[in-house]
């Protein structure tokens, strides 16, 4: 059955697994909250989430960078 948004379905699509290095910060004060290397989205809403709860005042403002954070 396809993905149906505003009642037309998305075309099929392959799931992929695309490195993502990133960090999350909070947008107000630039403070530096959490960090992380994955090659799955769900893994980095789940930290964003998980973040969020943390630091309930927080604005976070996530960041794609081209390496991990950590050599």
Known sequence: MPDIWN???LPDRRVT??????????R????L???NSTN???SLVTDV??????????QIA??????PAYR
């Open 49 to 58: 989430l998980r973040t969020q709860k943390e630091h309930p005042n927080a």
């Open 40 to 42: 799955s989205i769900d």
């Open 62 to 67: 996530a960041v794609e960078y081209d390496g």
């Open 33 to 35: 909250l959490s960090f």
């Open 7 to 9: 009642g037309k379905p």
């Open 17 to 26: 697994h695309t490195n993502i290095n990133y960090r999350l910060y909070n």
């Open 28 to 31: 107000r004060t630039g403070e």
